[in-house]
């Protein structure tokens, strides 16, 4: 309002409707635009609400993912970012968010698992079975499908 106030103080003056009204549609008017852009913004990401989906797995052995060593022990995986999934140690703060692509569809959660291969003496989580679809890390994305004689798989369990 003090924008307002500012602008029309010579209209005493020189008042005109014209500039009054040409005066007030060059305040409103980006008021407004910005007032619309916030409000599609706000209803865009309501449709775009993603199901958090979470699930648990014992792993017997070391492994590695997007490039960090994990000891053997209880797991939490989770869907909560798009476009990844987030590993998390139970009971540390040991955790890391990894890139994936979705490449087949979702499997019952009793034949949900997580694959592991074995290169250079250390298995890399390389895909994700679960009721998301058939998730591939990125970083192993290159060896999608591949099977091998060491290859490993730990049962995915959902709550």
């Known amino acids: ?38 409000l599609l913004l706000l209803l865009s990401g309501a449709g775009l609400a993603q199901t958090v989906v979470r699930s648990g797995a014992s792993v017997p052995f070391d492994f590695w993912a997007q490039g960090q060593k994990f000891p053997a022990g209880d797991y939490l995986f989770d869907s909560e ?28 959660k009793e034949d ?19 009721v998301l679809g058939k998730l591939v890390v990125t970083g192993e994305y290159e060896h999608r499908g591949e099977k091998n004689n060491e290859q490993r798989e730990v049962r995915l369990v959902y709550p």
């Open 81 to 108: 970012f798009p476009s990844t999934i987030s590993i998390r140690a139970k009971g540390t703060k040991l955790s890391v968010g990894t890139p994936r692509i979705l490449y087949g569809d979702p499997v019952k």
């Open 112 to 130: 949900a698992k997580l694959l592991f291969a074995r290169r250079d003496d250390k298995y890399y989580l390389t895909e994700v079975w679960g």
């Open 1 to 38: 309002m003090l924008i307002i106030a500012r602008l029309t103080r010579s209209f005493a003056r020189e008042a005109s409707l014209p500039k009054l009204t040409h005066v007030l549609n060059s305040v409103t008017r980006p008021w407004l635009a910005a007032s619309l852009a916030c």
